[in-house]
């Protein structure tokens, strides 16, 4: 049955690679305005989504299947350059619900 957090061994330890994915998408936050998106950022918060696509759906994890969904944004700064230019209430908050959803998500779905 799906669940917001999805169903998990709670013994089983925390996932690093959560940890690490969430620090690095809230490091970007501090980004200068008015400059480019990276497209390495892009292609990892993209290659990631995958990975937590397949976490989310053998836990059965909604809080998974939704940042899957805020991680296909990063989709648009490959053919705009525009998106995430300049740090806005956009940029702040789809960087904040990225990184908030992936380190919850180390605690519960993600853990290996």
């Given at each position: 049955?799906?669940?917001?957090?999805?169903?998990?061994?709670?013994?089983?330890?925390?996932?690093?690679?959560?940890?690490?994915?969430?620090?690095?998408?809230?490091?970007?936050?501090?980004?200068?305005?008015?400059?480019?998106?990276?497209?390495?950022?892009?292609?990892?918060?993209?290659a990631s989504a995958i990975f937590i696509a397949k976490k989310a759906i053998s836990a059965k994890s909604l809080l998974g299947i939704a940042t899957v969904f805020i991680s296909l944004f990063w989709i648009l700064p490959i053919f705009n350059s525009e998106f995430f230019y300049n740090i806005d209430a956009?940029?702040?908050?789809?960087?904040?619900?990225?990184?908030?959803?992936?380190a919850v998500g180390a605690f519960t779905?993600?853990?290996?």
């Amino acid at each position: 049955m799906w669940s917001l957090l999805g169903q998990y061994d709670r013994t089983a330890k925390n996932s690093y690679f959560g940890y690490v994915l969430a620090v690095l998408v809230a490091m970007e936050t501090f980004n200068k305005s008015g400059q480019n998106y990276k497209v390495w950022m892009c292609a990892l918060v993209l290659a990631s989504a995958i990975f937590i696509a397949k976490k989310a759906i053998s836990a059965k994890s909604l809080l998974g299947i939704a940042t899957v969904f805020i991680s296909l944004f990063w989709i648009l700064p490959i053919f705009n350059s525009e998106f995430f230019y300049n740090i806005d209430a956009t940029f702040m908050l789809l960087h904040s619900a990225l990184s908030l959803s992936v380190a919850v998500g180390a605690f519960t779905y993600l853990k290996n």
